[in-house]
């Protein structure tokens, strides 16, 4: 496993900020995280690297896998390897730029997966980004539409040699959010209250030549039937990731 030097942090999820789309200008803590990650993925659709620096980096650091907003708004498979291995989220300029990222933080917080932030350089400084102003003159609601003023949150994890398994369960409040309706503006739209559950689990693989894990992760696996205007809610997702290295 790798080893964050500050805190002997093992397993967990790292927000790297990598820079403006240099390596010269990524920092020395920021390599030094991306080194000692288990994996590194790289957050691919809020901003982009040149190609060629890119390359540099992952020479630099190691292997680079690519993700995309979907991986990253619902980071199901990012928790799933962070529950066990430390993962590197590399994000052009400073990770707490945008909003994604800043409830990916929150949501890490929910689920009891460690979550720390490297800044980096960034076009608009690391001040933003370090005492969480936002870029956006917009309001809560608009921005996180349907957060419940509360949350109960349980979450609990076993490790039995190989084999690591975990459950979440979570009860939200009512939820409010603005929905635009063409040609009419925004409506208030209201949610009751609900609670489901979440169950993870992670079988490690240890060949002769080979290692990895298998990783089932279950989301909202009681079943639902609130719907807004036909489009099912809080929908059961599962998901299966299957590694191996060489």
Same mark, same amino acid.
């Given at each position: 496993m ?5 805190? $002997?942090?093992? @397993?967990?999820?790292?927000?790297i900020?990598? /820079? ?11 390599? =030094?995280?991306a080194k000692?990650?288990?994996?590194r993925?790289?957050?691919a659709?809020?901003a982009?690297?040149?190609e060629?620096?890119?390359v540099?980096?992952e020479k630099?650091? #190691?292997?680079? @896998?690519?993700v995309?907003?979907p991986e990253?708004?619902t980071?199901? &498979?990012l ?8 993962? %590197?989220l590399l994000?052009? /300029?400073?990770p707490?730029? %945008?909003t ?10 929910e %689920? #009891?997966?460690?979550?720390? @932030?490297?800044? /980096?350089i960034s076009i608009?400084?690391?001040? @933003?980004g %370090?005492? #969480?102003?936002?870029?956006?003159n ?17 979450n609990?994890?076993?490790?039995? $040699?190989?084999?690591t398994?975990?459950?979440?369960i979570?009860? &939200?409040?009512?939820?409010?959010g603005?929905i635009?309706?063409? =040609?009419? #503006? ?9 609670s ?13 030549i ?7 992760s279950g989301r909202?696996?009681?079943? $639902?039937?609130?719907?807004?205007? /036909? ?6 997702r ?7 290295e060489l």
């Amino acid at each position: 496993m790798a080893d964050v030097k500050d805190n $002997n942090q093992k @397993t967990g999820l790292l927000l790297i900020g990598i /820079g403006p789309g240099d390596v010269a200008l990524a920092t020395s803590e920021a390599l =030094e995280a991306a080194k000692m990650a288990d994996y590194r993925r790289y957050e691919a659709y809020t901003a982009l690297w040149p190609e060629e620096q890119l390359v540099s980096l992952e020479k630099s650091v #190691g292997k680079i @896998t690519r993700v995309m907003r979907p991986e990253v708004e619902t980071p199901d &498979e990012l928790f799933a390897l962070a529950r066990d291995n430390l993962v %590197a989220l590399l994000i052009v /300029g400073d990770p707490l730029q %945008a909003t994604t990222h800043v409830d990916l933080q929150l949501q890490a917080q929910e %689920a #009891g997966i460690y979550c720390r @932030t490297i800044h /980096g350089i960034s076009i608009t400084g690391l001040v @933003t980004g %370090a005492i #969480g102003l936002s870029n956006y003159n917009i309001s809560d609601l608009s921005a996180f539409p349907f957060k419940s003023p509360y949350k109960l949150t349980i979450n609990t994890t076993s490790k039995w $040699n190989w084999f690591t398994i975990g459950a979440r369960i979570f009860q &939200e409040g009512e939820q409010t959010g603005l929905i635009l309706v063409p =040609e009419k #503006g925004y409506n208030e739209i209201e949610l009751p209250a609900f609670s489901n559950y979440d169950l993870h689990f992670t079988i490690d693989l240890d060949f002769n030549i080979a290692k990895g894990q298998i990783s089932y992760s279950g989301r909202n696996l009681k079943k $639902n039937t609130i719907s807004l205007d /036909g489009l099912l809610l809080r929908d059961t997702r599962k998901y299966l990731t299957i590694s191996l290295e060489l």
